[in-house]
């Protein structure tokens, strides 16, 4: 049975937020719950693990052959999607909190990593 919550909204297909505007999405979700006294970045740190480990765990027991179909399969594919959408969430909630611009970390770790690994 399909979720009605997951279903794509109707009409148009609107264009993907950029992470400015997800985690501005994130923090208003929090605020409007009074969850920021919790969302330390112990806390987040903490939460970005359990997702991640719960991402593991749905290719904890695959072959290698198997963990490359994983997408094949509706229910697999959800899950994964799911709790890649969990960590990301987490990770950019603390870059929010740690006033970290994941992208531009992100491109700075690439130019050293190309610096340390010349082909």
Known sequence: MTDPLDAPP?????E???????????????????WQPYHTP?????????EAS???EIFQWL????????????GTAHRVTDEVADVLAYLLQ???????????????????NERRFPI
């Open 42 to 50: 112990k806390n987040l740190a903490s939460a970005l693990s359990v």
């Open 54 to 56: 719960e991402l593991v």
């Open 94 to 112: 603390l870059c929010e909190v740690l006033g970290i611009d994941p992208l531009a970390a992100l491109d700075a770790k690439i130019d050293r």
């Open 16 to 34: 993907p937020p950029d992470v400015a505007a997800l985690q501005r999405r994130l923090a208003d979700f929090a605020a409007a719950r009074n």
């Open 10 to 14: 109707p009409g148009p297909r609107r």
């Open 63 to 74: 072959t290698p052959e198997e963990s490359a179909r994983v997408m094949a399969d509706p």
